[in-house]
């Protein structure tokens, strides 16, 4: 054997060597990435329990500063691991049992294969989600401190990143009548926190003529909450502040949607009692013209926005469940959490 030979075999044993270890590396790395996926979802996070909704949603608590009081958030963890997060915001009547999202209209299962955080918060009835000046109701003994702006804007997003890798600026916002205009709210003051907002049915011109006046009636109905206690009175500037209205400069750039229905009974609405549907009628007509005057003076500002009007809904789930179905590949798309 020649010292050429005898080189060329000891040259191909490495590389055989090099090979298999490199192969070897390779699957570890992916298999191990595997398995952080699947963890991302398997594992309870601090504060957390599993939820009876199923779809992998667990219940956590998380401290609020602000409020001095745990509040309960459904949080389903992106099936594997990306770090976008989509705020579900509630109605008006809003319950401390549960986000209504997973209850009326089960948004964990819509989104169970999605590479996307759901974040849902529990409760906040009458609140729209805003930092209030007072003890909400009239009840002084027992006082209902709201500082939910404060809670989803600040103390929610650090809970997020350490515990469910949410990225704190890489974040969709949606919300249904209350919620929707929380939503544009949110997005517009915390632009760097929110990429994207969708109102379905939202009030979004909260000080034109007539809507304090229909809020104050509709707060005291939800569970005797004072409207006065949110901005103080009627000429406070931070109603105006927290109207969408003029509240829309932050939404340049951002991908921005919203909806509303007629108020006209279609045949998916038949399975509802007429007494509410009579009720449930004017409250889309409502946010169908607050919604129209929204887009106008979005339009006339430059600002782009999506929007979806269909011929036929009244303000009930049938018209919220829809939204969430039709948009989702919007959410995902923009969130980039296929």
Known sequence: ??????????SRRALAVLTAFAT??????????????????AGLRNGCQWDGVGYWVQRCDVWSHSTGANITVQIQPAARGGNAGFYLLDGLRATNHANAWTVDVNAAAV??????????PVGGAGSFYADWEEPATYDLNNP?????????????????????????????????????????????????????????????ATTMPGMQTMMRVALLD???????????????????????????EGLRGKDVYISAATGL??????NYPVNLKLSATPLEMLARV???????????????????????G???????????????????????AW
Request: hydrophobic share 40%; no cysteine; aromatic share 12%.
């Open 1 to 10: 054997m020649t010292f050429l030979t005898g080189a060329r075999r000891v």
């Open 24 to 41: 070897a590396l390779t699957l570890m790395v992916f298999v191990g990435a595997g398995e952080a996926r699947a963890d991302n979802r």
């Open 111 to 120: 989104y169970n294969n999605s590479n996307i955080t759901l974040v849902m």
């Open 144 to 204: 209902v401190t709201y500082q939910w702006e404060t809670f989803l804007s600040s103390e929610l997003p650090a809970y997020l990143q350490q515990n469910f890798g949410v990225a704190p600026d890489n974040n969709s916002i949606a919300g249904l009548s209350m919620g929707g205009t929380a939503a544009l709210n949110l997005a517009a003051k915390y632009p760097g926190q929110f990429r994207q907002a969708l109102s379905w049915s939202g009030y979004l």
């Open 222 to 248: 939800a569970g005797g909450f004072n409207i006065n206690a949110m901005y103080g009175s009627t000429i406070n500037p931070r109603r105006f502040e927290n109207d969408p209205f003029h509240n829309m």
């Open 265 to 270: 009974w279609g045949p998916e609405d038949d």
């Open 290 to 312: 607050s919604t129209r005057l929204w887009e106008g003076k979005a339009l006339a500002t430059g600002i782009n926005v999506t929007t979806d009007y269909p011929l036929t």
């Open 314 to 336: 009244i303000h009930n789930w049938n018209q919220f469940g829809s939204q969430l179905h039709k948009t989702k590949d919007r959410v995902l798309d923009v969130m980039n």
